[in-house]
């Protein structure tokens, strides 16, 4: 069975570093895409970052050069860096599975809050 | 960025009824579209891809509809676990977007 489970969420100061985790089971992390999507309090849903299974990553433009995201193959799990953290990136966030046409599997969430 | 637009913001129904929600792309997207719901507290559960084809799992009450710009997600008959936030999602064009949600309430 497929599961996702994120964690590594808390609170933290404007400007502060977190990373987050999300350990797999049940399928090889680095054998398919990853993604980071996140959800603000009340608000939709926002892709964040995505890692192929050949290593190449992208962003959406408000994290990039602040948020890095990575895989541990050894552990099955996959991270994302965040530095330098606003107000703006409180949010619920995912990590998910994309197939290359839908996001078949996702986990239940980690909550970044930021604030001083 | 192609933005999807989602109408109407909340739909009120009863159990029942007929829901019918609507997924408006910016730019011409095919058929390359999904349909995700999510229930308060809980991750997006995948409905729809390809814009018509239902996911594992999925009652046949759900259907999707669509291509090009104007996309449609249909409930036949709302049961009381169907209320809850529907989201499209574009994976034609980079980056992927979602709209900003339909929720789906008890009227």
């Known amino acids: 069975e497929v599961q996702l489970v994120e964690t590594g969420g808390g609170l933290i100061q404007p400007g502060g570093s977190l990373r987050l985790s999300c350990a797999a089971s049940?399928?090889?992390?680095?054998?398919?895409?990853m993604s980071w999507v996140r959800q603000a309090p009340g608000k939709g849903l926002e892709w964040v970052s995505i890692?192929?299974?050949?290593?190449?990553?992208y962003y959406t433009d408000s994290v990039k050069g602040r948020f890095t995201i990575s895989r541990d193959n050894s552990k099955n799990t996959l991270n994302l860096q965040m530095n330098s953290l606003r107000a703006q990136d409180t949010a619920m966030y995912y990590c998910?599975?994309?197939?290359?046409?839908?996001?078949?599997?996702w986990g239940q969430g980690t909550l970044v809050t930021v604030s001083s | 960025e192609i933005v999807l637009t989602q109408s109407p913001a909340t739909l009120s129904l009863s159990p029942g009824e007929r829901a019918t929600l609507s997924c408006r792309a910016s730019?011409?997207?095919?058929?390359?579209l999904a349909w995700y719901q999510q229930k308060p507290g809980q991750a997006p559960r995948l409905l729809i891809y390809?814009?018509?084809n239902r996911a594992t799992g999925i009652p046949a009450r759900f259907s999707g509809s669509g291509s090009g710009t104007d996309f449609t997600l249909t409930i036949s008959s709302l049961e009381p676990e169907d209320f809850a936030v529907y989201y499209c999602?574009?994976?034609?064009?980079?980056?992927?977007?979602f709209g900003q949600g339909t929720k789906v309430e008890i009227k």
């Open positions: 998910a599975r994309w197939t290359g046409m839908v996001y078949d599997h």
């Open positions: 049940g399928f090889t992390v680095s054998s398919n895409y």
């Open positions: 890692i192929y299974n050949d290593g190449t990553t």
């Open positions: 730019q011409f997207i095919a058929t390359s």
């Open positions: 390809d814009a018509s």
């Open positions: 999602l574009q994976r034609h064009s980079w980056p992927q977007t």
